[in-house]
């Protein structure tokens, strides 16, 4: 059973997610912090993430971003990189995490790398993929 976090913390997380965005990827993944062209800056593209969580109607969701962000090997491509903070067991959240994902690579025919920060206190709770398995298919 998951529960609703309070309206603050939605709005903390984003907050914190857009001021000090850099940061966040250096200190939770540093192998994308180095691959980013942080020169070219990053763009949050919030009015277009709130279309594609409605279009994939999924349900409430909080605390996510997608941020359009350069790569440093100077081709003109972007990485477009979803964001969830989850911090209670969902037994949906992979499956979530795979449509946001399929959505937006649909959307906008970019790459898309889908990033989570598990704050349960479960620690044998860690989705790492979500798979349909249907006849050996």
Not at 16 to 34: K, N
């Amino acid at each position: 059973m998951t529960s609703t976090p309070p309206a603050n913390y939605d709005a903390s997380w984003k907050e914190a997610l857009e001021r000090y965005f850099e940061q966040f990827l250096a200190f939770f993944f540093p192998d994308i912090h180095i691959e980013v062209d942080w020169q070219r800056g990053c763009e949050f593209l919030d009015s277009e993430f709130q279309q594609v969580v409605r279009d994939a109607e999924v349900g409430k969701r909080f605390v996510d971003k997608l941020v359009k962000v350069w790569r440093r090997n100077g081709v003109e491509i972007y990485v477009l990189i979803h964001i969830e903070v989850q911090s209670q067991y969902d037994a949906e959240f992979a499956k979530r995490m795979y449509v946001y994902s399929y959505r937006i690579f649909d959307r906008y025919d970019r790459d898309v790398v889908s990033l989570a920060i598990l704050g349960d206190a479960d620690r044998n709770w860690r989705p790492n993929s979500y798979q349909v398995d249907r006849w050996g298919c």
